[in-house]
């Protein structure tokens, strides 16, 4: 079964930087897209990034354009997002999702657990 | 990006109750269509894809329709276990966004 499990959350100080991993098992890993999506302490869903299934296509939202970047490592099966220059308002649980099967770049439908964000001084 | 308008933003109804949540897409998204439910402190689990298809596993009770701008997400007969909030996300263009979720609780 798919099993998404993130890591690397934490509290972290306003314009520092943090990485969080999404380990993956269950299914072949390296011919889906991935998505990272967050959701702030009593809001709504965000999306926030997407990676394709090679690594080579990345997009994000513009909340977190040019502070976050979405890299993957297919012989790890996992999933990573480095955030720097982090603000209060990143503060979230982030969850990593399965995308679509190869170029189906959109789709979303198993996400993990997620992990807890904290910007605070 | 789409605006996604979900509504109600919450609703209470009793056990056995039919429950009707509508989203409407600021443009046309074809069926590039998900609801997810989420129950409290856990991650969101996909319900139906693709406006209305049932995601293996989920109850029958679940089900969803609609095309281009206006979709409607139906509990037939509401259970216990149903409480949640529920959303819905369109994936036909970049950036994914979501509706403002409906709160779904019991009577």
């Given at each position: 079964q798919v099993?998404?499990?993130?890591?690397?959350?934490?509290?972290?100080?306003?314009?520092r930087s943090l990485r969080l991993s999404c380990a993956a098992s269950g299914f072949t890993f390296s011919s889906y897209a991935m998505h990272w999506v967050r959701q702030a302490p009593?809001?709504?869903?965000?999306?926030?990034?997407?990676?394709?299934?090679?690594?080579t296509n990345k997009y994000f939202a513009d909340s977190v354009k040019?502070?976050?970047?979405?890299?993957?490592?297919?012989?790890?099966?996992?999933?990573?997002?480095?955030?720097?220059?982090?603000?209060?308002?990143?503060?979230?649980?982030?969850?990593?999702?399965?995308?679509?099967?190869?170029?189906?770049?959109n789709r979303s439908d198993y996400w993990g657990q997620g992990t807890l964000v904290t910007v605070s001084s | 990006?789409?605006?996604?308008?979900?509504?109600?933003?919450?609703?209470?109804?009793?056990?056995?109750?039919?429950?009707?949540?509508?989203?409407?897409?600021?443009?046309?998204?074809?069926?590039?269509?998900?609801?997810?439910?989420?129950?409290?402190?856990?991650?969101?689990?996909?319900?139906?894809?693709?406006?209305?298809?049932?995601?293996?596993?989920?109850p029958s009770r679940f089900s969803g329709s609609g095309s281009g701008t206006d979709f409607t997400f139906t509990i037939s007969s509401l259970q216990p276990e149903d409480i949640a909030t529920y959303y819905c996300q369109q994936y036909n263009t970049l950036p994914l966004t979501f509706g403002?979720?409906?709160?779904v609780e019991i009577k």
């Open positions: 099993q998404l499990v993130e890591s690397g959350g934490g509290v972290v100080q306003p314009g009593g809001k709504g869903l965000e999306w926030v990034a997407v990676i394709s299934y090679d690594g040019g502070r976050f970047t979405i890299s993957r490592d297919n012989s790890k099966n996992t999933l990573y997002l480095q955030m720097s220059s982090l603000r209060a308002e990143d503060t979230a649980v982030y969850y990593c999702a399965k995308g679509g099967w190869f170029g189906d770049i | 990006d789409i605006q996604m308008t979900q509504s109600p933003s919450s609703l209470s109804a009793s056990v056995g109750d039919r429950v009707t949540i509508t989203c409407q897409a600021s443009q046309d998204i074809s069926n590039y269509l998900n609801w997810y439910q989420q129950r409290p402190g856990k991650a969101p689990k996909l319900v139906i894809y693709d406006a209305s298809y049932l995601e293996t596993g989920v403002g979720g409906t709160k």
